[in-house]
């Protein structure tokens, strides 16, 4: 089993998630061609970890790269992005891909990302090692971000989250579940969550967006996702957690009135895109109750986070907004 | 077999498509409880000809009616809006109904429709009577418009194109097409139609929307759409035909680059919504040549114009831009 | 007493307000100087009737004209704008004025107007004989519009309603009441009416706004005043009536789901501004259980609209939404 | 000398310009591929008169066209633009042209208009006969609109107003002098004049731009001119006249501060564009004091209206905001 | 008599206004569930200093805490927010609370903030003791931001300083100053500023608002305000200083075209909203000259900066731009 | 000869250009006066190096001061803005001037700038010495920015790249040539180069601008420019290179996909406005194949970067995008 990255709590905290001392793990040069590395996905793979990564070039053309990481901390991404290979004739390839997530679920690893097909949407693929990848039909018409798929089939049926969004930097958004019976066709689309009152939850006020995949607990299945303000100098995206009901997904049964990160060290605050903390994935140790989280800062880099699950499911359920 | 309504051309008019000389045909309030009445969809039913009517109430909500008619020109219309028993359980029904298209595929009648669902998207349902209605899943996530099926199934699924949209006056706008093996589950969206450029045919260069339930020609499916001008005074729609590929409807051979109809008379120009006409049905009378187009005016009251099927295609064809 | 203004309901006609057959009552052209005459405010007087009127100048400089009339529809409007005196010395006198109301309180008629004073606010001023005018403090701070004043103090203090804007074509607004011991310090200030959702009543989504005077009933208050949707070609005004509590007027008892008018001739469709029913006034015989509605079409010219006050109320409780 | 077209004012009206009763002259139709015709410039020419018209085709694209009148009232419009060829090697040429103004000048007949070039500029041409056109360089870098040449050289140069623009559908905008020693390389830019403050003459405050070619009179250049509010439903235009130094055009001298004509025919609030005057070409007949002034309509139709230069002179003087 | 904050101007500074060397003397992290701390009040009380704090929670909902100081620096912020009873009864009560402003005038310290309710509007409270606070009545209707009391009566009446508003990232503002008999009705509003011409001044062009509560000198009120411009990335707030006449104070004697501060420390420049220096409180010793202001740093932390009275004063004299 | 700036490429950067290693050579408060000091321009004169600098003054008026250097790096500016004289009689003179760029062709020093003249446009001027400057008429119609002039004359003309742009923070923005006999008089307007596509080379997808005066290689004009990307949090400028024609210079033979910088410093990521690299000049040392080029960090510092002349066209021609 694989050892997830992990750092005690610093004495004094009280957080109930707290960030890695040498952060960021993954600079914007981390490739000879990345503008910025950030927005990444990360899962076990064999002895180590794999992962996808949204590398930026110096173009700041969007596209995604596999990497791999013995301890789930050094990272190396490989120079070339993924080459997708079609899954079926007839598929379509998009402009550009970006904000992956990545997913293992029966025989293999699914990749979900934001693919440009006149617009952004939601584009899937898959690998079953990380060498060979294959392009299945997008999800959703445009527009679109932020699909996160599902660990397991619910009631026999692929179940991914998704946001619909507009064709520019969306001023709004909710979170909603479809699901599919062949990852090709989707429906039952449901509602999920929207963005809180003003006065009530000013960091997710504007829009949300689902963050890491998933993964079930005793209270059901636990997400990180992200909620947006807009300041009066632009977009401030923090940190917050969901549970969702284990049985029927698309019921949110609890979801943090506050923040779990906002941003506040520099490598957050500062970069592409100031005031970003955006995540993606995480691991879990549920054995040990260890959970850690990987997060893009500042449109810029990676960053990853750390928390006792059964602390994050207790604060979740005890500072709840509906 | 239903004859459909017919005017011939006036005299000394070399127009492809010319308006019914008593238009409008329904007017604003042609139920007790109307604000307006347009944008609505008609097909052959029995002798005559049944349809579903947008009817705005006098608190401008949005619902969507039956009517009945003899001669396709003077309808009654249910002063009730259609009550849906959903198909199947756990049915979502949305806040609102508007712009329906209807059209007879196999073994019923099906309607689609704009459906208030956390914003727009498209709704579907059916009846084989125009008295007990089934709503069934919304096709998409928001934020949709103006879904129109084929009439027929393409390699055995169903087809339906529709409009990608944001939550308000969406100011931009193409055409894709989805299919579905069940009418359930929607993928394999393929993208049909944009906007043009400004200098090459200005009163579609905003957006577009598919208009009419195509019908098959030698040429392959004819149908009818609106394409919008975005003017210092707001949008404008006229109308326009095109003929898609017979047995790759998502794949548009021709389409015209001149308008068919654009708001010129006083119904057109001045009502709720200025200078708009939406075309949503056509009947059909193949073995005479004749079509009957129905199209909504200025967001107000309902009109008809004609043609010869055999003027618009070779009209379509010589005036082609794609 | 003056007999106002009345014709029966057209026969066949089932609406609870109906408009005069000989519209618009007063055209833009009423003074030599006018571009338009609209929004004006009528009250009885003496043996008949006197106005305060807007009429913007060729150069479409706003500005308040008195007016009178012997029957209520042919008007005498005064060629020079009325010259207020100032009641106060150090008192500010603002740029332009326009949209007046006038209500007779305790010993004088109360004229109320958006009054420009970098940036519109509610003007105060008063005549005995409406030969004389005096202006008093702006009630409120900039930005605000439509100030209407109730006919009778509430608990010994002035109560004035008033529907805060911003500086542009305000795409929002609520209408609150503020209460004053002496006409010239304003406090205690209360919503009472927001614009209604989309979905529920969408002719008042996007703002609304006191209209007429308020007269006493024996349900409360009965006003009439405008909502307002945003098309995509613009705003729409259309007219609805409300019912507010007799000893506390801040409370809305009631309020119209549907319109009671909306733009649908050509005197309110097309004009200045196209689509705009927007009324300031009403005169009242509550003897015979008439009322007669003064409002502005299209903002170009004054039209006039009928109704019996017990129908009006009735309406308006079993056709409520708040 | 051709006799312009000419009405007398009507009985009992105290216009300064007045419509001629058969208005509008020229309809949306009047060649066989025109969706509208307006924004129009005409010349004396010969025994009779030329003109250049804006006619938008049924695609809606902008060209202009070469037309010919006995009585300036009745036209013959060529059925197909005019096709200009380069005046130099290495001219480059536009995408489309609109809103043209003819001038004579020393030996031939001068055109300029909207030139689409990477965005709208101002387009120069030249002609001697109606049928050879010549395209010269256009005069400015984008984006422009409404460039007017005078009639005569200043100081041995020629003199051109415009108004810079932005690329959409601006909303501000001066009017501005630029000369040229060459028709060729232009400099010495002057602001003119700008939008007037709201209070002041709001038909005229969001922006303006000149519109018929000046005319010498013992006051200085007579023009007319077009001026703009944005009100909540859009843009409505109206026509105003300034008149200019003699020596020193680029000194506005006088210039209404009401205006002379606003949109109050249906031919003017109803249309592709509702609520739109736009002037571009005046005849006059000197000796005989009187002029004639030729309009677009609604973006749909030409329309003409007649003064008397001295009583016009005399009104701008007296009536003047600077 | 407290001793106020000091720290000695730095050596070979020119600067009139010099920051604290061990700025900020707040943190964000101040209490244990504070997302942030700024825009913040400071009073003296009792033998140190008294205060009410923004904190914005992890929620990012806005409240204001009180706090004591000693020495002005280090400070105890209460763990919980102000919890007011109502004054009177009939008593409304906001949905949130920021940016507080502290005066001590007459018999008790008057609190005025930004207070939710429909909009922000300025709220009013008071405390004798700093335990016990009571709320009053909101003092104008929304929306408005920035409300500052003067601490003495003028002709016998409160005066309040305030800048209206619209509901979002208001793009616009000017300062004015309302009266009141009784704190409860307010009258006659004075425009006192309005934003400076971008050529002038372009740190002020956009909005501004009042900051500290001005303090009486041999000059007039001297009073801290901030300043914006709208960049291309957003607003950025400095300070300026302006000097109100001692008995009409509405009247702006002097008013500073050089900001006093502008962010250029990562204090100010990084954090939840960057480039933003908010001033809302002054401590001064008169009699030694001096005077220390609390601003906020990035909407994030509290700062403080010095300087002696007599130099801001002659500053702002001889750098005015009314 | 003088010796240019230089530091060789830190061991192990591939970068094609780097930066100082002591940026910012000149900081914010340069001079006494000076909110911030950027976006300037230099040139090698007499033994050492002359300038022209954007000196922001702490009222934020913008404007352009001489300054000297021995060694490129150390600067002493004029603490007293240029005082131009005007080259003509009549000549018109700017509020505010920014962004200036200095070119010596035949006998002087040419400067261009950004001038206020009721809205941006090209200023231009002269100066033999540095210490006398002459101001002649503006390029262009406002509204336009970043005015650059190349070295030499064109086929006996002079030759002037510019932005047209709008009155506010222009969202869009394509590069021309202009071509002037006189530099008074200004035509042949080309078009040059473009935004690119977002999905090709997102950091130049919203605008771009000419930046140093290009210089002669054996490959054509080698120019350093801007380009801009409209991030959720504004914009973002980074910087490019391209090659033109030497003898047809509005001919982009080649331009970089890739930026050369992009903001990753502190001083370019955190200032008046974060995120800004903006070049204005460039000292070439052709012998030696040096480069040195000067630009604006954040708006609020001047720094500089060095690289290798045959380099950066090797990487231009084989990364390039037209």
């Not at 997530?101 to 693919?115: G, K, N, P, Q, S």
């Not at 479809?178 to 009530?200: A, I, L, N, Q, V």
Request: with cysteine.
């Amino acid at each position: 089993m694989n050892l997830i990255p992990w750092e005690e709590r610093p004495k004094g905290s009280k957080d109930v998630v707290w960030r890695y001392s040498q952060n960021p793990i993954i600079n914007r040069d981390a490739i000879p061609t990345s503008n910025s590395v950030f927005n990444s996905a990360v899962v076990p793979y064999k002895d180590g970890f794999a992962g996808v990564f949204r590398c930026d070039n110096k173009a700041v053309q969007m596209n995604i790269f596999a990497g791999f990481s013995d301890d789930g901390i050094n990272w190396k991404i490989n120079e070339n992005p993924i080459n997708f290979e079609a899954h079926d004739k007839g598929q379509i390839l998009g402009d550009y891909k970006y904000d992956p997530r990545v997913v293992f679920l029966e025989d293999r690893y699914w990749i979900t990302w934001c693919e440009g097909h006149n617009g952004p949407t939601i584009g899937i693929g898959y690998t079953f090692d990380f060498k060979e990848f294959f392009q299945c039909e997008s999800a959703f018409l445009p527009f679109n971000r932020n699909g996160v798929l599902l660990p397991e089939k619910i009631d026999g049926k692929y179940a991914m989250m998704s946001r619909p969004s507009d064709n520019g930097h969306t001023p709004f958004g909710d979170i909603y579940m479809s699901y599919s019976p062949d990852m090709k066709y989707w429906g039952e689309h449901r509602h999920m969550m929207s963005p809180t009152p003003f006065k009530d939850s000013a960091w997710q006020c504007t829009k949300i967006g689902a963050g890491s995949v998933p993964f079930l607990t005793n209270e059901g299945w636990l997400m990180f996702y992200h909620g947006v303000i807009n300041t009066c100098n632009g977009f401030r995206y923090a940190m917050g957690s969901a549970i969702l009901d284990t049985n029927q997904p698309h019921i949110v049964k609890y979801r943090t009135q506050p923040y779990l990160l906002t941003p506040s060290k520099t490598y957050e605050q500062v970069g592409d895109v100031p005031n970003v903390i955006f995540p993606c994935a995480s691991l879990q140790d549920v054995k040990n109750d260890k959970v850690t989280i990987y997060y893009g800062g500042a449109d810029t880099i990676v960053a990853i986070a750390f928390g006792y699950i059964s602390e994050i499911l207790a604060f979740t359920k005890n500072n709840s907004i509906i």
